[in-house]
T-cell receptor
């Protein structure tokens, strides 16, 4: 069964600094997608970034980038130049042809002014 | 652009009462639709998904049911609520391409408290 693990329940970062959130997943499939979602206090889930497993290049969206290590089944999110508005719960998620979107348990990110 | 709506935003219902939560999507056709539940401080659990009108798949056995009477409308229901049904309910949609759906976009959610 596919599982997604986020081993850091809470993280904090100083404003303008860089922080990396970890995610590992377990799968026997070769074709899949990985996502990071952000859930601010409003609780609406917002897509931050996605990565296709067949692409070796790491995805980047402005200050957000990922480090995708397919062999290690690792998918970390790096937030550069952290802003107060980045404070939220961050969820890693996995999706394949055979499986619906599966979420990790989340990492609560606090940004310190 | 696409927009997803959910209502109501907040609901307080007594145990044993019925439930109806509605989700509609604008700006796209034939989307895949999803219902999730999120318990406090936890991740999302997929409850139901639909690939077309009248087509519903259930991920977990429970006290809830779902229906899709129109292409862009998805309804979550219960005949008799339980205390354990309390939580935050999120509706989501995704495009389909060759049968494989990609990232999902979420609505604002409904906070349900069963008393």
């Amino acid at each position: 069964a596919q599982t997604v693990t986020q081993s850091q329940p809470e993280m904090s970062v100083q404003e303008a600094e860089t922080v990396t959130l970890s995610c590992t997943y377990d799968t026997s499939e070769s074709d899949y997608y990985l996502f990071w979602y952000k859930q601010p206090p409003s609780r609406q889930m917002i897509l931050v970034i996605r990565q296709e497993a067949y692409k070796q290049q790491n995805a980047t969206e402005n200050r957000f980038s990922v480090n995708f290590q397919k062999a290690a089944k690792s998918f970390s999110l790096k937030i550069s130049d952290s802003q107060l508005g980045d404070a939220a719960m961050y969820f890693c998620a996995y999706r394949s042809l055979a499986r619906q979107l599966t979420f990790g348990s989340g990492t609560q990110l606090t940004v310190l002014p | 652009s696409q927009t997803i709506h959910q209502w109501p935003a907040t609901l307080v219902q007594p145990v044993g009462s019925p439930l109806s939560l509605e989700c509609t999507v604008e700006g796209t056709s034939n989307p895949n639709l999803y219902w999730y539940r999120q318990a406090a401080g936890r991740g999302l659990q997929l409850l139901f998904y639909s690939v077309g009108i009248g087509q519903i798949s259930s991920e977990v056995p429970q006290n809830l049911s779902a229906s899709r009477p129109q292409d862009r409308q998805f309804i979550l229901s219960s005949k008799k609520l339980l205390l354990s049904d309390s939580g935050f309910y999120l509706c989501a949609w995704s495009r389909t391409s060759g049968g494989f759906s990609y990232e999902q976009y979420f609505g604002p959610g409904t906070r349900l408290t069963v008393t």
